[in-house]
């Protein structure tokens, strides 16, 4: 299963940009990178997913660099709302058992 | 698409009692569901995975005798904590995963608290 290595905090003012990278060296040639967000005492919440290049969707994009070795979800204008915990994940299927690291908590500032 | 819920979503317990919790995947017929544990401020931690009809495997360190997994169908699978103490109380989560890459969608969690 491959690591996953995210900052562990960022802070954000609201309307801004915000780019979360995630690295995951070991990544293998099945994986998918995936990302979720949780907020407390909440199941996480799937926001997407992709295997190379770029994925677009209706909250967010994922930039995924050709050596795949690690991913960044961009997130456009965060609202006060985007506080919450996000969670890089990798794996393929079957093997897609997934190991939570720590996640990176992003507080978004008024 | 792809909801999975729980039930319930908090539950209390005397020390010692049973305690059932389900997991269903309301629009979709899951390949597989998965279990985790959630302590304040941590990460979730993997119990068990399960696929229908067959036995449950559990992640090192996790007794499969005090978290009891029946998976009976591909909607449907439960978790009991039989005889739960005070150190079993927590969040725990489920997950239920769809697809060719078989991702992972999870319930909202259910809060337990063993008094």
């Known amino acids: 299963l491959a690591k996953t290595t995210q900052p562990i905090s960022m802070d954000s003012y609201e309307g801004q940009e915000v780019n979360i990278t995630c690295s995951h060296n070991n990544i293998a040639t099945n994986d998918y990178i995936t990302w979720y967000q949780q907020f407390p005492s909440q199941g996480p919440r799937f926001i997407i997913q992709?295997?190379?290049t770029k994925v677009t969707n209706e909250v967010a994009s994922l930039f995924i660099p050709a050596d795949r070795k690690s991913s960044t979800l961009s997130l456009p204008r965060v609202s006060l709302s985007d506080t919450a915990v996000y969670y890089c994940l990798v794996g393929g299927a079957g093997s897609y058992q997934l190991t939570f690291g720590k996640g990176t908590k992003l507080s978004v500032i008024p | 698409g792809a909801v999975v819920s729980q039930h319930p979503s908090w539950v209390i317990c005397k020390s010692g009692t049973s305690v059932k919790i389900e997991c269903r995947s309301l629009?979709?017929?899951?390949?597989?569901m998965f279990w985790y544990r959630q302590f304040p401020k941590q990460s979730l931690m993997l119990m068990a995975t399960s696929n229908e009809g067959s036995k449950a495997t559990y992640e090192q360190g996790v007794e499969k005798d005090k978290f009891l997994i029946n998976h009976a169908s591909l909607t449907l699978s439960t978790l009991t904590v039989t005889s739960a103490h005070p150190e079993d109380s927590s969040f725990y989560i489920c997950s239920a995963s769809i697809g060719q890459v078989e991702t992972q969608y999870f319930g909202p969690g259910t809060r337990l608290l063993v008094l």
């Open positions: 992709g295997y190379k």
């Open positions: 629009d979709f017929q899951a390949t597989t």
